[in-house]
């Protein structure tokens, strides 16, 4: 406790109570203690509530202004800064001369500034920490989708099924595997509880995704054609049960180390 008073009271320098005062502290206002008199009068505790700022050193027996130690300016009033104020008798008016002076209403306003800044730059690196977090679930999500798009690819088979509803039996490979890989917790959060308002599964995404994952494999490739510089194109074109012409494009090529690659 006496520790804490020894750190606490205003008799110290003006960078304690900036100290202080980013620690969470406001002004220090003892109430139990000696209250020394001056000429027949000492100071009077319900000045703490008529003058928040107000705050005790029972070391000096003085009162000082803990906004002006806090955001001391040139023009402070040095007897509420370094000082001390001890004129009991006048203390009302003197408090009340101080309160209306420029150099004690710039100290509160750079302390209210610095309040709220403070509160308000802490809620908004909630808010950016929360969003950081939903973004990384988003890609994370999306990841899976991806790779599970790119299996049913790889393996030819079909994505969709005659019925994609929840009553669904067999909702095609795509949402079955999906479902099968539901046990990864970012899957069964998005698709089975559905936890967000959207899950990119309906056929519009799986056919965007299909998409920009085959233009950056023909990317891919295209830039290891071109820095080999050998290639083969064949091309053969038939005719489906409907009649319409089908083209396919087989490219072959052989890298730095005469490894062959093909592509169709």
């Known amino acids: 406790m006496a520790n804490n008073i020894q750190v606490r009271h205003p008799a110290g320098k003006t960078s304690a109570a900036f100290t202080l005062f980013i620690e969470n502290y406001g002004p220090y206002q003892p109430i139990d203690v000696e209250f020394i008199k001056i000429n027949g009068r000492s ?42 104020f001890k004129n009991w008798k006048k203390g009302i008016e003197k408090f009340t001369q101080h309160q209306k002076c420029n150099a004690h209403k710039e100290s509160t306003c750079k302390l209210s500034s610095y309040t709220f800044s403070k509160k308000n730059g802490s809620v908004i690196s909630e808010l ?6 939903s973004v990384t679930q988003n890609r994370e999500y999306i990841i899976c989708l991806l ?26 490979n795509f949402l079955e595997l999906l479902k099968l890989r539901a046990q ?27 998409k920009y994952m085959a233009d950056s494999i023909k990317k891919s490739i295209i830039k290891d054609i071109q820095s080999n510089g050998f290639y083969s194109i064949l091309v053969d074109e038939t005719q489906d049960l409907s009649y319409h012409e089908q083209v396919s494009i087989y490219i072959r090529y052989v ?10």
């Not at 890298?255 to 169709?264: K, L």
């Open 43 to 84: 100071f009077r505790t319900e000045w703490y509530s008529q003058f928040p700022w107000i705050e005790f050193s029972e070391h000096l027996q003085a009162a000082f202004c803990f906004n002006c130690r806090v955001f001391a300016s040139k023009n402070a009033e040095k007897t509420f800064t370094n000082f001390g």
């Open 128 to 133: 950016n920490l929360a969003h950081k977090n």
């Open 255 to 264: 890298d730095q180390h005469f490894a062959p690659h093909e592509y169709f």
């Open 147 to 172: 790779i599970t798009l790119l299996f049913c690819a790889r393996q030819g088979i079909a994505m969709r099924g005659h019925k994609e509803t929840e009553m669904s039996t067999n909702c095609g």
């Open 184 to 210: 990864l917790a970012i899957i069964h959060k998005y698709y089975i509880e559905k936890e967000m308002s959207f899950t990119y599964t309906n056929p519009e995404y799986q056919n965007l995704f299909l």
